[in-house]
């Protein structure tokens, strides 16, 4: 190729818009031509998914080689794809008897430095320009570090932020995960920890996916971590006293005009736990068989209740029921599927759609768990069908010359 059919700052353009995915079109046009590489490199790390161990560390090699370059977008899971369940995984000690314990542990520890690393330095890198980042942990060792990690660094630029955690939290492993920024309360500032909003100055969205038993449990303690939230997301909400001390909640502050807890009202006023400014809450419970099988009953009654939200909740504060996840909890392939829309322009996780089926296994730790992985992914519905041509239209077009 001598010379690009189009004027560089057009095709600059086209690859700038084109490339706003998990990173797949910009691997693929780098190796295009060398004129293209040139247009291609300073901003194939705009968006970016890394998923395992593997992938992420490798990336944090590559970003230590070259000068800085700018990360918009950030899609985070510390396991791939065809391994993102939570449940604890299986004994890696050789089934010929040549491993041991202690090798086993000594691995799995040079593993969990490895990742803690890679994540403070391509985090620290990353934060200066990052705008949306999905952080999905499933390794319940490590859930409690490594998210409490991730909020150690400053985002000044952060609109959008998704958490996904476990249902079994190792809390002893690092300081309780808190993002509550309740002014007034000292009470509640004191006993869950400090505010770490200043971290997140202008976050404008949250979503967090994790298993909501009551408003002080530990999942439940990623709350309020920004005065300017106006969009707040709380998937896998499977326990009825937490959706009650919610609607108690929600009630007090006028949210809601009606009592949905007439006749069965919460011994005591719960510690606050939406933020003032939230203009939408969007709330999608487990199944009752999903929350059957963590030891917690009353799971159609939770259901009900947050059904009852919608219709209670009053104008100005818009409160959306999505129905119970068909696999109990809100997966990788969901995760990345509402991620790219959101990056394409769509609405992402703030609308209902249809949910990503994808084909259920087995999950060792338990044969009632369904699992979340394999299966195909959707291309992102809204503001970027074009974002699947343009890829195929610029190898096509551009590989000729």
Not at 35 to 44: F, G, H, N, S, Y
Not at 75 to 98: E, L, M, Q
Request: hydrophobic fraction near 40%; charge should be negative.
């Amino acid at each position: 190729m001598n010379q690009l059919p189009l004027p560089e700052e057009l095709i600059a353009l086209i690859v700038e818009y084109a490339c706003v995915d998990d990173g797949t079109t910009a691997r693929s046009l780098l190796s295009a031509s060398k004129q293209l590489m040139r247009i291609v490199t300073p901003i194939q790390w705009h968006s970016l998914a890394l998923s395992g161990a593997g992938q992420f560390c490798g990336f944090a090699h590559a970003l230590s080689r070259v000068s800085e370059r700018p990360i918009y977008h950030l899609f985070i899971s510390d396991r791939v794809a065809s391994n993102a369940r939570h449940f604890w995984t299986p004994s890696r000690v050789s089934r010929d008897g040549t491993g041991t314990i202690e090798e086993l542990h000594s691995k799995e520890e040079r593993e969990r430095i490895q990742w803690r690393n890679a994540q403070s330095f391509i985090l620290e890198r990353a934060a200066p320009t990052l705008q949306t980042l999905t952080f999905l942990v499933f390794d319940p060792r490590n859930s409690a570090r490594r998210v409490g990690d991730m909020l150690k660094q400053t985002y000044p630029n952060l609109r959008e932020l998704t958490i996904r955690v476990p249902p079994l939290q190792p809390l002893f492993a690092s300081d309780p995960i808190d993002l509550s920024t309740i002014g007034g309360n000292a009470g509640f500032v004191a006993t869950f920890g400090n505010s770490k909003a200043h971290l997140l100055p202008r976050l404008e969205r949250l979503h967090i996916a994790g298993h909501y038993k009551t408003s002080t449990s530990a999942p439940s303690r990623i709350g309020s971590i920004s005065s300017g939230v106006t969009h707040l997301r709380l998937s896998g909400i499977f326990a009825y006293p937490f959706t009650r001390e919610l609607a108690a909640e929600l009630f007090a502050r006028g949210v809601l005009d009606q009592d949905v807890l007439v006749g069965n009202p919460v011994a005591h006023a719960p510690p606050h736990f939406v933020p003032e400014s939230v203009e939408l809450l969007v709330l999608q419970p487990s199944t009752p068989d999903y929350s059957n099988s963590w030891g917690t009953d009353h799971g159609d009654s939770a259901i009900q209740l947050m059904g009852a939200f919608e219709a209670a909740a009053r104008i100005g504060t818009q409160v959306l029921y999505l129905p119970p996840m068909v696999h109990g909890y809100y997966g990788y392939d969901q995760a990345k599927v509402d991620w790219l829309d959101r990056i394409g322009g769509g609405a992402g996780c703030w609308v209902p759609q249809e949910e990503v089926v994808v084909p259920a296994e087995a999950d060792p730790s338990s044969e009632n768990l369904q699992s979340s992985h394999g299966g195909s992914m959707r291309a992102p519905s809204a503001g970027s069908g074009m974002q699947g041509y343009i890829p195929s239209f610029l190898n096509v077009f551009l590989g000729r010359w």
